[in-house]
Structures are given as C-alpha cells and as structure tokens.
C-alpha cells in the first residue's frame, strides 16, 4: 500500500502563487507515476499534472507554462508549483500514486483563487 500526505492548499489572490506537497509512504518503489488531480464543484475530476518515475511530465493544456510539477527522490515528495492563479483554478487538488494494477488518492487539500 501507498499512502498520500498532501500539504500547501489555501487561499490567493488572482496572479499569486502556491506549492502543493505530497509525500509519499508505503511501498513507494512500486509506483510507476504520480500526478496532481483537481475537481471543481459541479465538474469531473481531471489530471492537472504527472510525473513518472522515468522523470517524465506531462500537463493539462490549461496549466501548461504556469504550473511545474517535480519531485524530491530523497524525501519521498512530489510538489505542484503553481504561479499566476486565476479562479478558474479554484478546485479540491488530489495527490495520485499509480502502480501497475492500482491507484491511491491523497486526501485532498483546497485550493481557492479569489479574483
């Protein structure tokens, strides 16, 4: 199993900037990608971001050039970097681990953009 620890969600104002953290436990050498995820109230869940273990990215068409996903190997943690937020942005992001026949979700953690 994998366990998800997301940190770094709040509020800004339009053209600000955050870091989502998620750190990861568990059976980590198995996982083969790990993403950022969002959901907006009254929307389906989307891939905002990914990294795999190769050290491959790939974003949403509406983040690319303002959000930078990485990762620190020695602390287990994926970050999401986000800059110039508008309200659009405004969602629940959720941490993704995703091994081979299974996936595990973070929790959660929100994120707000006022205008």
């Known amino acids: 199993q994998v366990q998800l620890v997301e940190s770094g969600g709040g509020l800004v104002q339009a053209g600000g900037s955050l870091r989502l953290s998620c750190a990861a436990s568990?059976?980590?050498?198995?996982?083969?990608?790990m993403g950022w995820y969002r959901q907006a109230p009254g929307k389906q869940r989307e891939l905002v971001a990914r990294?795999?273990?190769?050290?491959?990215?790939n974003y949403a068409d509406s983040v690319k050039g303002r959000f930078t996903i990485s990762r620190d190997n020695a602390k287990n943690t994926v970050y999401l970097h986000m800059n110039s937020l508008n309200p659009e942005d405004t969602a629940v992001y959720y941490c993704?681990?995703?091994?081979?026949?299974?996936?595990?979700w973070g929790q959660g953690t929100q994120v707000t953009v006022s205008s």
């Open positions: 993704n681990a995703n091994l081979i026949t299974i996936a595990y």
């Open positions: 990294i795999t273990s190769g050290g491959g990215t």
């Open positions: 568990g059976s980590i050498f198995s996982i083969n990608a």
